[in-house]
């Protein structure tokens, strides 16, 4: 069965991780590329409200609140 254009890139993207980066984990260089794409949605996103910020504190209650 043939890939698909998705499987065709990212087997392109790791061949080239391979080469570029070869003491680097496929793992971590994924890692680095998520964070990258993050801070950049971050970067561009409007601040949100404080209803909106008490709805993320909700599905991560991890995340330490206004208090701290």
């Given at each position: 069965m043939p890939l698909?254009?998705?499987q065709r890139?990212?087997?392109?993207?790791r061949a080239a991780d391979a080469r570029h980066h070869p003491d680097t984990s496929p793992e971590d260089?994924?890692?680095e590329r998520t964070?990258?794409?993050i801070d950049e949605?971050?970067?561009r996103a409007p601040r949100?409200?404080?209803e909106q910020a008490a709805r993320i504190r909700?599905?991560?209650?991890?995340l330490?609140?206004?208090e701290g």
């Open positions: 698909t254009a998705e890139t990212d087997r392109a993207r260089l994924e890692r964070n990258r794409a949605i971050v970067t949100m409200t404080p909700q599905l991560f209650k991890y330490p609140g206004p």
